[in-house]
């Protein structure tokens, strides 16, 4: 501890003189430079960009392409919504032993292989099974690019290796599997970028954990990258790398259990400077800039281990570098937060101080470290096994703290004796979505472990998995069609069994087939409401005519199905809800999926915003089924017992009943939430384009923010009374959250609103509900506010309108005089003021945005 505080003093001239040195440094260093960057388009016809403003070169009629092997070019069959077009929609076959032959610089290089397993050719996807290698290393061996991303729950892939280029060349081949019949090869897209010898240790300071000898990586050891982790952060994707253009994910998917530890950022008054020793490009600033500690009682610290788990293969040796920097201004000193790190259950390091390790730094908190240790596997028989990382406090340095600190991960496999880096496919999870609703047991330990092992499945190659934002406008504008084809089937001769497992709820009733036909008056079209993924829905009338309802008739071989039909009477004979639609019942019968619903006499909310015949809705009318429609959400996301995320949030899955109150509807897609705190289900992704949250297509995890998002471009939708996507229209203008963003930036938002509610909205309800709105389609959900935020800002601007409605003074000409600060304080006499400067004063953003965050105080309040 005396150490410690002589440090502190010290620390405070220098650290000025070399703040100085330091920012130097790092801006004439923050950047490598890749000597080579070669991205080839394979099979497509000319040269693209793609979505990062990465240009690619077609590999047709390149140099690189020696015309041993027989090869064709073609292009996708298929398009699933979070494929990128470039480099995924083309391909070039191999029939036979195919190389590419690309001269480049002695040195190490990234080969980044990109695969989509679509049908290339009229080629079955699932005989691509083939061996890449580069150089004399083998990459792939009897590899299905399809196999591994149906076992992982992606659309494609990508592998990226580290290699050291001897000659002047590098070769790649690719070679259909001998043992497959009629087995091809493909790739997507290659890119080879040199890059800095970062990752290699020659000096015999490379520990083997658990062991005393050290390990050398050096010119002949080629790595392939399997986890690469921002820790306590988000993804950073690759045009946010210092110019390496790697992929950073979220750690979350790998924690172990519900034991989180906190995430947090770096201190506003923390300046991450990288030391002399620690080149920027090891890793950028936002994976140093956030962490993860145990959390804020050491007791339960002591109790604990923070533990992250990777699924690896058997066979292989890993290289695991782990990245560091204190952020946090209260941790400043050596010995206030020490701890153990634990890697395959064994003692990788003792005594771990993130200070300390900033050793002769000037300053000694915002300094990055990394270490590398070395993990060898003891082979258990099976193919994949898990390997623990885990962090404990270490009281016998007795720190000031018990907690320990992470930042970054970075897992590589390292190659076996014969230059061999390919390892088995994984074996997919039986044909599920993540949850079977049917197997789920509310309040059993039995639903966490389910999602942990899927996320754990997930994640056997997640850090070399790239799931990309196209940006959701590109594929709402573009992808539309393909997204149709995307979605798993079930198998529909199944459903009577799959029923049988019962949803005796005492909530839902069970009717036969011939009541249904009676209450239909036999299907009859004339009674016809609607059709829907799902099948068609009827009016009808049950018990004797006394209670209308609408039927709604699934159709087995419709695109949804059974695990649809069964998801939405799990849901619904659950929750209950004012804002929900109930669920009455539902028939079996003879296979039949069909559910009955309370009435809605109204019908969708969206029939009467656009394309309707229907007179327009008031303005407050408006503003109460958003609220409505909002609590409803709520409830789904809080209010049930667990949390449940709707996924398909659109103006046509809002009902009004006879007294226009709004009632959630579709529960089709919906998926039970994860009950722990700041996680996610990841799946595959659904939903309706133009609503769909572009993170959730980012990173295919699923959070009950993606629902916030959706009732964001809801709530856009009822007020410019327009489709979210209109093709018609000019470019521009198409997807509806683009526009209205376009519009709010140029504060013209007032302009492109619903003709009829032009002078209807009093400018403070306005502008508190546009504040809202775009909170809601924030891109990252980190930055859009919970439902009951949302609630409670809907509450808050409809009773902005009713004050000015009810002063004498006729909105126009009206202003609150001054902001309130709670809402039992709110102004009744309004100001008369005519200097209310249009739709300039509306959109300033300074006012609202503290009380915004104190939403939640009011909930419950109104
Ligand atoms: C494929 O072709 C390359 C270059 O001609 C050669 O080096 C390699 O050994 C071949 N691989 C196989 C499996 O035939
Ligand atoms: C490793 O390879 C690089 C580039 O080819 C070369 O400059 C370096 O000297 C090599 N290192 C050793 C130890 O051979
Ligand atoms: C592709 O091959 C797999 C396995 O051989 C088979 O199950 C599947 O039906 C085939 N698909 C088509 C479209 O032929
Ligand atoms: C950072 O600011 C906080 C509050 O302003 C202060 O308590 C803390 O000492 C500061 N830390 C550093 C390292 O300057
Ligand atoms: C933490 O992990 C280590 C290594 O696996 C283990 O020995 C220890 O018992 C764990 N501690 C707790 C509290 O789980
Ligand atoms: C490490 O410890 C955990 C928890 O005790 C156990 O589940 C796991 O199988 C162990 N891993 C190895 C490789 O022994
Ligand atoms: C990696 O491959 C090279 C080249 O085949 C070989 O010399 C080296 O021993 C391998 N490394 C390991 C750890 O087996
Ligand atoms: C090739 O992969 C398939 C699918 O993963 C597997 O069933 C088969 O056993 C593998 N063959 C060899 C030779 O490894
Ligand atoms: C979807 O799949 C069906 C049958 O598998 C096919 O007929 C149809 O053309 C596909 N649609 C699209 C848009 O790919
Ligand atoms: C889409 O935009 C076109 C062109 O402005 C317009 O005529 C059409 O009514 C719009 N469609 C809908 C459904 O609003
Ligand atoms: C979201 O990101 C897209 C693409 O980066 C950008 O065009 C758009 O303005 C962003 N939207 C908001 C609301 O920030």
């Known amino acids: ?121 009229s080629l079955n996807a699932s005989n691509a099974v083939f061996s890449a290698t580069a150089g004399s290393y083998t990459l792939l061996n009897n590899f299905s690019a399809l196999q591994t991303t149906e076992a992982l729950g992606y659309a494609f892939i990508i592998k990226e290796y580290s290699i050291n280029v001897e000659g002047e060349r590098l070769d790649i081949s690719f070679v259909p599997s001998a043992k497959a019949p009629s087995a091809y090869a493909f790739v997507n897209g290659i890119e080879i970028m040199s890059m800095p010898d970062i990752y290699s240790c020659t000096d015999g300071t490379l520990k083997i954990v658990g062991q005393i000898s050290a390990f050398n990586i050096g010119n002949n050891t080629a790595l392939e990258n399997v986890y690469r982790l921002n820790v306590g952060g988000n993804l950073i994707p690759p045009s946010h790398d210092t110019d390496l253009y790697r992929t950073w994910y979220a750690d979350a998917p790998y924690i172990d259990g519900a034991a989180f530890g906190v995430s947090y950022s770096v201190d506003p008054n923390v300046t991450i400077q990288y030391p002399p020793s620690i080149p920027p490009y090891v890793a950028p600033i936002d994976v140093y800039a956030t962490a993860r500690s145990m959390g804020p009682n050491s007791q339960v610290n002591l109790n604990y281990n923070l533990t992250w788990i990777f699924s690896v293969d058997s066979e292989f040796t890993y290289l695991v570098r782990l990245h560091f920097c204190e952020i946090q201004a209260n941790i400043t000193l050596i010995n206030q937060r020490v701890f153990d790190i634990f890697l395959y259950n064994q003692t990788a390091e ?87 609703p049917t197997s789920y047991i509310p309040s059993s330990g039995d639903y966490k472990t389910k999602i942990r092992k899927a996320i754990i499945i997930g994640g056997i190659c997640g850090g070399i998995i790239l799931v990309i934002v196209i940006g959701f406008y590109l594929i709402a504008t573009s992808r539309c069609q393909h997204g149709k084809n995307s979605s798993v089937r079930e198998v529909p001769s199944k459903c009577h069994q799959d ?121 407050k009318q408006r503003l109460e089924i958003c609220i409505g429609a909002a609590r409803g959400l709520y409830y789904l996301h809080s209010g049930a017992k667990q949390t449940i995320i709707h996924r398909d949030v659109k103006t046509t899955n809002i009902l009004l009943d006879e007294k226009w109150v709004a009632k959630v509807s579709d529960f089709g897609l919906s998926k039970i939430g994860p009950t722990i705190d700041k996680t996610h289900v990841t799946t595959v992704v659904k939903g309706s384009y133009g609503y769909l949250d572009p993170e959730y297509l980012l990173l295919q995890q699923l959070t009950e923010k993606s629902d916030v998002y959706s009732f964001g471009v809801v709530l856009f939708e009822i007020i410019c009374a327009r489709p979210v996507l209109n093709r018609t229209l000019p470019e521009e203008q198409v997807s509806l959250v683009e526009w209205v963003a376009h519009c709010h930036e140029k504060r013209i938002l007032d302009q492109i609103i619903d003709p009829y509610l032009k002078g209807k909205i009093a400018p403070e309800c306005f502008k508190q509900f546009i504040e809202i709105a775009m909170k809601c389609v924030a891109n990252q959900s980190i930055d859009r506010p919970s439902m009951d935020e949302v609630t409670w800002n809907l509450e808050f601007s409809l009773q902005l309108q009713r004050n000015a409605e009810e002063s004498n003074e006729g909105i126009s000409r009206i202003h609150i005089e001054e902001e309130p600060s709670v809402p039992h304080k709110w102004k009744k006499n309004l100001d008369a003021s005519p200097s209310l400067d249009g739709c300039g004063h509306l959109f300033s953003q300074e006012v609202m945005s503290q009380k915004l965050n104190g939403g939640h105080l009011w909930t419950g309040f109104f």
């Open 350 to 436: 003792q005594g771990a101080d993130v200070i300390a390790w900033a050793g002769g730094a000037s300053q000694l908190y915002g300094v990055p470290v990394y270490k590398d240790y070395v993990v060898l596997l003891v082979p258990n028989g099976s193919p994949q096994q898990d390997l623990w990382l885990e962090l404990h406090p270490d009281p016998l340095s007795r720190p000031n703290y018990y907690d320990a600190i992470l930042n970054g991960i970075e897992i590589f496999k390292i190659n076996g004796t014969n230059g061999n880096l390919a390892g088995p496919n994984p074996i997919p999870a039986p044909k599920q979505d993540v949850i079977n």
């Open 1 to 121: 501890m005396r150490n410690s505080n002589k440090f502190g003093l010290m620390s405070i001239p220098i650290f000025v003189i070399l703040y100085l040195a330091f920012t130097i440094h790092v801006n004439m260093a923050a950047n490598y430079a890749p000597i080579e960057k070669i991205l080839l388009n394979c099979g497509g016809p000319l040269d693209a960009t793609d979505y990062d403003g990465r240009k690619w070169a077609t590999d047709v009629g390149s140099k690189y392409l020696l015309d041993s092997g027989k090869s064709t070019i073609s292009q996708a069959a298929t398009q699933e919504p979070s494929v990128p077009e470039v480099p995924y929609m083309t391909a070039r076959i191999f029939y036979s032993n195919f190389t590419y032959r690309i001269p480049v610089v002695a040195g190490r290089k990234f080969v980044r292989l990109y695969f989509y397993p679509a049908s290339y050719a």
């Open 499 to 619: 029923l049988e497992q019962g949803f005796t709820n005492n909530l839902c009733r069970r009717f036969s087939f011939a009541e249904i036909t009676v209450a239909t008056k036999n299907f009859d079209e004339a009674f016809l409401l609607g059709v829907g993924g799902f099948g068609k829905v009827y009016k009808g009338e049950i018990d004797g005519g006394a209670t209308p309802v609408a039927i709604k008739r699934g159709n087995p071989l419709s695109d949804q199905g059974v695990h649809e039909f069964q998801t939405e009477i799990e849901i619904l004979s659950k929750v209950r809800h004012h804002h929900l639609v109930s669920l009455i019942g539902y028939c079996e019968d003879s296979c039949e999926m069909i559910l009955v619903y309370d009435y809605m006499a109204h019908g969708t909310l969206r029939e009467h915003l656009y394309k309707t015949q229907k007179s327009p809705l008031p303005w």
